[in-house]
């Protein structure tokens, strides 16, 4: 098997097992906002959450992973499988220690952390003590989704990636179960949920370990504490914590300044961030975490023509999919979130500034896409500092961006700042990376990307004139919400793959392939 179709093979299962995470991601949701609504508990949850959720994002999805399979798969390919598994159990060790300090800590600090991340909570002393209080539950989470993400890098390194990849499915199952079984018997019942994170977290990485046992990992077996490696790791991790989570920083911020803003304010981003997260996790994500080993494999073999076929290979299909997707949501935008979220204690007015947020961040997805690539690239080079510097400005910029815009724009402008920053990190980033490795058949990922970007500007004005005719705007029921939208994204998907036919798109056939194949 080709080096690119073992990473389209690779995507595929991860998006797939993402897209599962998605769903049941969704089901969370729509049961928070019919439980919870857009308000006082709704708004402690989020800022309290997204505290668990920006450790995920950093670690399973970020600094950990990638700082630990370019050296794990170095090890792997200079020294062996034993000496790279010595390596792996003293990470895990260390790895550990490290991460009983840090929830202890974060419990103590919870004050201080809710003070400088929702600052504006201190204006109501309730919403304050009730968020400080689901962080301190909430933050021993960090302990069981680091050693998640550290299993996540053996596992893909050894071509396993479907264990890792429905992981999250653990965590929203959990805090379903919650919101049914044990918010009901808590005094303050979103507490409840909390609760089922934590639950969540221990069945992650109770997932991952009979598949690391049956790879002939050991996690048992001795190993030192301090090995040579893990040093090598450390070094590499701590920039890659800054440089690959720059849209989670970026959210952060909006976080921090939309509770300057009118109450709701944190609950309509948040809601328009996770159904923004559904295309970028089920391939913009799993496509990176697909290519990461490739490269990492490429790299340390100084195969850095293939390594360029790689890349250009995961850029346009990670464009290819995404731009439609870009273009689906700023169509559909309105009727998913009444679909979705538009009951119970989530009002007209409430879906209708959500589809607002949801237009801004959408705006930005094939950003958000691409950099994921781009910082692949970098960190299998073994590079954490350029995506990193290239961070602070993203950073930077989108403070600047959100200032300016909130004003005018209330929570839009937030999500538009970030949407705008990510374009100027992916921009930053690629340019660094020309410079460094010369040419990487850019020509060619343009004109793949020209043609993507046609082909959904087609399909947005035919998914836009079905959508007026069988939903028009009024009083809609969830079936027809339901019926319209399943409709529009079948029409969405035929007329963009007869566009993609006509433009005699690659990407298309390279699809076509890998379905073709797995097909009994």
């Known amino acids: 098997m080709s080096e690119n179709a073992r990473v389209t093979k690779a995507a595929g299962v991860v998006g797939a097992a993402t897209f599962l995470s998605r769903i049941f991601g969704f089901v969370r949701d729509v049961v928070i906002a019919w439980f919870f609504g857009a308000g006082l508990s709704s708004d402690a949850f989020f800022v309290a959450f997204r505290i668990p959720n920006l450790l995920r994002r950093?670690?399973?999805?970020?600094?950990?992973?990638?700082?630990?399979?370019?050296?794990?798969?170095?090890?792997?390919?200079?020294?062996?499988?034993?000496?790279?598994?010595h390596l792996a159990r003293s990470a895990m060790r260390l790895l550990s220690i490290i991460l009983v300090i840090t929830a202890v800590l974060g419990v103590l600090l919870a004050p201080l952390i809710i003070l400088m991340i929702a600052p504006g909570f201190t204006d109501s002393p309730e919403?304050?003590?009730l968020t400080v209080l689901l962080t301190r539950i909430m933050f021993p989470y960090i302990f069981f989704i680091c050693l998640v993400a550290l299993c996540m890098g053996i596992l893909n390194v050894l071509g396993h990636f479907a264990a890792p990849a429905l992981a999250p499915v653990c965590l929203n199952i959990a805090i379903i179960f919650s919101a049914f079984f044990i918010s009901p018997y808590m005094a303050d019942p979103v507490t409840g949920l909390a609760i089922g994170v934590l639950i969540g977290g221990a069945l992650q990485l109770t997932l991952q370990l009979p598949f690391l046992i049956r790879k002939g990992f050991y996690f048992w077996e001795k190993a030192v504490i301090f090995h040579p490696g893990v040093k090598k790791i450390g070094i590499l991790m701590l920039p890659a914590i800054f440089g690959a989570s720059v849209y989670q920083l970026n959210i952060l911020v909006g976080t921090l300044l939309a509770s300057l803003l009118p109450e709701g304010s944190v609950s309509y981003l948040y809601y328009a961030d996770r159904l923004v997260q559904f295309p970028l996790g089920i391939f913009a994500i799993a496509t990176a975490t697909a290519v990461l080993p490739s490269l990492s494999r490429q790299a340390a073999a100084k195969d850095f023509d293939a390594l360029g076929n790689t890349f250009a290979h995961a850029m346009k299909l990670v464009f290819f999919i995404t731009v439609p997707s870009m273009a689906g949501l700023i169509v559909l935008r309105e009727p998913i979130v009444a679909l979705l979220f538009k009951r119970g204690a989530f009002g007209a007015d409430a879906a209708r500034l959500t589809a607002d947020a949801l237009l801004c961040y959408s705006i930005g997805l094939w950003a958000f896409s691409a950099v994921r690539i781009v910082v692949s690239t970098f960190y299998s080079l073994q590079d954490t500092k350029t995506p990193m510097q290239m961070a602070v400005v993203s950073v930077v910029a989108n403070i600047v961006l959100g200032i300016i815009l909130m004003g005018p724009l209330a929570h839009g402008g937030l999500a538009l700042a970030t949407s705008l920053a990510s374009m100027l990190n992916l921009g930053l980033l690629v340019w660094t990376l020309k410079r460094r490795l010369g040419s990487l058949d850019w020509k060619n990922i343009l004109e793949s990307?020209?043609?993507s970007a046609a082909c959904s500007v087609m399909m947005g004005a035919v998914v836009w004139g079905v959508a007026s005719l069988i939903m028009p705007p009024g009083d809609r029921t969830l079936f027809n919400l339901f019926s319209g939208i399943a409709a529009s994204i079948i029409v969405g998907i035929v007329s963009y793959s007869f566009f993609s036919f006509l433009f005699k798109s690659r990407e298309l056939e390279k699809v076509l392939t890998l379905i073709a194949k797995k097909r009994p």
């Open 127 to 129: 919403k304050y003590s």
């Open 449 to 451: 990307v020209c043609k």
């Open 58 to 85: 950093l670690f399973a999805e970020g600094s950990l992973s990638i700082a630990f399979i370019p050296v794990f798969t170095e090890y792997l390919t200079h020294h062996g499988k034993e000496e790279a598994f």
